[in-house]
């Protein structure tokens, strides 16, 4: 497979949400950062089930779109642990 014919989709996404003491990154500045890249920010917790369906459907939507179009495509997802 040729690199240069893939088509690259990212998106943010930040987990521990449901412990805002031991946050890294603050909201406001993860909303910035993925305003200037141009991408989609999901704050999660699986702890509380925030949001994690939601970056389950984006990833899928995407890879159900590109199979639809039989195109090649790496997912990038950003992700503080």
């Known amino acids: 497979m040729c690199f ?13 949400d449901d412990s805002p003491a031991n946050k890294v990154v603050e909201t406001v500045d993860a909303k910035k950062f993925a305003a200037q ?13 925030k949001n994690v369906e939601e970056v389950m459907h984006c990833f899928f939507n995407i890879a159900v779109k590109c199979d639809q179009t039989l195109q090649s495509v790496v997912i990038v997802m950003l992700l503080k642990v």
């Open 37 to 49: 890249i141009n991408v989609s920010l999901f704050e999660t917790s699986a702890k509380e089930n």
């Open 4 to 16: 240069s014919s893939l088509i690259y989709y990212h998106f943010s996404v930040g987990n521990k």
